[in-house]
């Protein structure tokens, strides 16, 4: 009796998760793929957002780059405020990642960035 409402759910989340990728899909249509990077720009005024709890994205002036996770990271969701152990002033790959639940004071696991790709319109 319990299976049920807890795989409707995990089916909502798949969702949420579905919608951001189709989002960020769009976003990138009209844009063209650069080499990955091992790092991302990191600045004040712009910061990682999680597209769902594998796909990370940060916006520049005129660079969409994207993170996709080796795997799934408990706690990375849209609404998350993203937690960042960097040691350059940049994003890099293998810097560790958690989200931070709206209403929660303890952060999801900690996980590990992957290469940033670079996007930029044609």
Known sequence: MRALPLL??????????ESGQAELSRELANMTAGPAQSCAPSTQ???????DN???VLRTANTVWVSRLEGPCPGLTPMSTIIVESFNGQYCRGDHVSGL??????PGATCPLAEFVPYRAR
């Open 54 to 56: 594998r796909t990370l």
């Open 45 to 51: 005024s712009q910061s990682l957002q999680a597209v």
């Open 8 to 17: 409707l759910i995990i089916a909502g989340c798949a969702a949420v998760g």
């Open 101 to 106: 639940e709206p209403g929660s004071s303890i």
